[in-house]
């Protein structure tokens, strides 16, 4: 039986891509067709997911990281940037994050299921800049502050499976308790398969050319779809509550 859900952030809870491409069309004179756009957003979350580790690990320095992920982002267009404008860029970018909101309808799911279940977030990420993300999605009405896991914070980053397991034991709860909604199929899915998590994969980019080197519990495909996924499980968890108290009833 679930007993809580935990959420990854970034692309998962809100649309990463519109402040991606409102700071890049601001930075950048260039046209870009959507198609590209979309690839060079994909080679930039694909980038922040692969490599954040080793900004946890001290490999790499924060700004040095920042510089190379708009560098690898804009690669195959073969665009230079300069240090300068890597930087103009994630300037912009990060203003552009203080509009982010949360996908729709989600909000109003999140505020039922947080009657009913734990509700949790682990991301890998910058603290500073992550805790500035969730304010902004205003988190806080719906996840108590000990059950946000942000990387920077804990040493410990995806996707290596024990910030989850370690979330699972502060919490109290057994690992098969526990599902993980995340929009990698690498770094969320596979990682919390191997802490013995359940996983639904929110594919919402459709990315047919990745896949998960476990299988998924679920596989969701838009926004609408993870609200009416949400939204069943707590029916299902509603249930069983009455079915509970039926049977300690009748004993």
Known sequence: MIKAIIFDLDDTLYDQKSPFTAALTKTFNQALSSTELAQIFNRFHDFNDRTFNQVTDTTMTL???????????????KVHISTDRAIQFEMAYQQELNQICLFDG????????SHAFKIGIITNGPAPIQHQKLHQLQIEHFVHPDNIFISEELGIAKPDPSIFTTWAHQVGIKANEAVYVGDNAALDMTSAKHAGWQTFWFNHRRNDQVTPSVIPDQIIQSPAELNELLLAL??????????RFIDAYWR
């Open 234 to 243: 707590l029916q299902a968890a509603s249930a069983s509550s009455r079915q």
């Open 106 to 113: 989600l909000s109003a799911t999140l505020t039922k299921l």
């Open 63 to 77: 700004e040095a990281w920042q510089t190379a992920r708009i560098r690898h982002a804009l690669a195959p267009s």
